[in-house]
């Protein structure tokens, strides 16, 4: 589970700094920021309202999480590396990728 409603009190009850807050909840201080910064940007203020449940919360902050993943991955031809990488000298597998 996210820790994002401890990383709000922490910062609008407390008024403890982003430092602070990372040692307190064990979490990086980039990963702070991001989610003081995103609360702010959707407008969600302490206290949180209590309709909001932590699944709301999540989808609000991080709406990318609730997006399925779509498109595909690149899957090189290993026949042709294989083949290029036997026919010619000084040929590496970076300079084929």
Known sequence: MRKIQEVLRLNHSCGCSIREISNSCEISRSTV????????????SWPLPEELSDACLEERLVPSAAL????TRFSPDFQKVHKELQSKKHVTLTLLW
């Open 33 to 44: 920021s991001a989610y003081l910064h995103r609360a702010k940007a959707s407008g969600l």
């Open 68 to 71: 399925p993943v779509t498109g």
